[in-house]
C-alpha cells in the first residue's frame, strides 16, 4: 500500500524558513517523480513544485522561485520542501503527492499525503 | 497559466443525477483530471484523462469532454458524495486546478 506521510509544518514568523518532510513508502521511491501541492485555508489547490526521480530536475511555480527548494533522498525514500523567506500568502495545508506511473512528469496525482498545516504568521 | 473555471456549488437529492463543469481557458486537450476532498481529507483521485475511471472508484462516477469543456457526472448521487470536487489540466505548462464545486444533498 502506497503512503505518504508529511511532517514538519507549524506556525512561523514571516521571513523565517521551515523545512517539511514527507516519508513515502509501498512503493519504488526513486522511480517517481515527487510532488508538493498546496490549499490555503478554504481555497483551492495549488501545484507548488516537482522533482524528478534522480534528483536531477527540479521545477517551481513562479511565486516560490528563489525561495523554495524541492529535495529528494531517495536512500531514505523521503522528500522534502524547505521554504526560505516566508510570506502570509504561503500559509497553506502542505500534500506531497505522485502519479501512479513512473517517470518525471505528472498529468495526474493518484496519491497524496495527509497534508502538513504551515501558517505564516507574526 | 490555464485558468479552469467551476460553478460554486450545487445542492442535489441523493438518487439524482448530478452533472459537475469544468471549462478552460484554452485547450488541454483531453489533459484533465477530477478529484474528491471531503472536510479534513485529502484529494482523491476519480477520473484522469477526462474519462478514465482511477482505481477503486465507484462505477457511478463518469467523466467526458476535451478541448475546452469538461463534465463530471454522478448517477446516482448518494449521501456520502457529499465533498468538493476539483478539475485539474495537465497539458498547459504548469498544471491548475479549478477553484472547486462543493456538492451538498437535500
Known amino acids: 500500500e502506497v503512503q505518504l506521510v508529511e511532517s514538519g509544518g507549524g506556525l512561523v514568523q514571516p521571513g523565517r524558513s521551515l523545512k517539511l518532510s514527507c516519508a513515502a513508502s509501498?512503493?519504488?521511491?526513486?522511480?517517481?517523480?515527487m510532488h508538493w501541492i498546496r490549499q490555503a485555508p478554504t481555497k483551492g489547490l495549488e501545484w507548488v513544485a516537482s522533482?524528478?526521480?534522480?534528483?536531477?530536475?527540479?521545477y517551481y511555480r513562479d511565486s516560490v522561485k528563489g525561495r523554495f527548494t524541492i529535495s529528494r533522498d531517495n536512500a531514505k525514500s523521503t522528500l522534502y520542501l524547505q521554504m526560505d523567506s516566508l510570506r502570509s500568502e504561503d500559509t497553506a495545508t502542505y500534500y506531497c503527492?505522485?502519479?501512479?506511473?513512473?517517470?518525471?512528469?505528472?498529468?495526474?496525482?493518484?496519491?497524496w499525503g495527509q497534508g502538513t498545516l504551515v501558517t505564516v504568521s507574526s | 497559466d490555464t485558468v479552469l473555471t467551476q460553478s460554486p456549488a450545487l445542492a442535489v437529492s441523493p438518487g439524482e443525477r448530478v452533472t459537475i463543469s469544468c471549462k478552460a481557458s484554452?485547450?488541454?486537450?483531453?489533459?484533465m483530471h477530477w478529484y474528491q476532498q471531503k472536510p479534513g481529507q485529502q484529494p482523491k483521485l476519480l477520473i484522469y484523462?477526462?474519462?478514465n475511471l482511477a482505481s477503486g472508484v465507484p462505477a457511478r462516477f463518469s467523466g467526458s469532454g476535451s478541448g475546452t469543456d469538461f463534465t463530471l457526472t454522478i448517477d446516482p448521487v448518494e449521501a456520502d458524495d457529499t465533498a468538493t470536487y476539483f478539475c485539474?489540466?495537465?497539458?498547459?505548462?504548469?498544471?491548475?486546478f479549478g477553484a472547486g464545486t462543493k456538492l451538498e444533498l437535500k
Open positions: 503527492a505522485t502519479p501512479n506511473y513512473p517517470g518525471v512528469s505528472a498529468d495526474w496525482f493518484a496519491y
Open positions: 485539474q489540466q495537465s497539458w498547459n505548462g504548469p498544471n491548475t
Open positions: 484523462k477526462a474519462s
Open positions: 509501498g512503493f519504488t521511491f526513486s522511480n517517481y517523480g
Open positions: 484554452e485547450s488541454v486537450s483531453t489533459r
Open positions: 522533482i524528478s526521480p534522480s534528483g536531477g530536475s527540479t
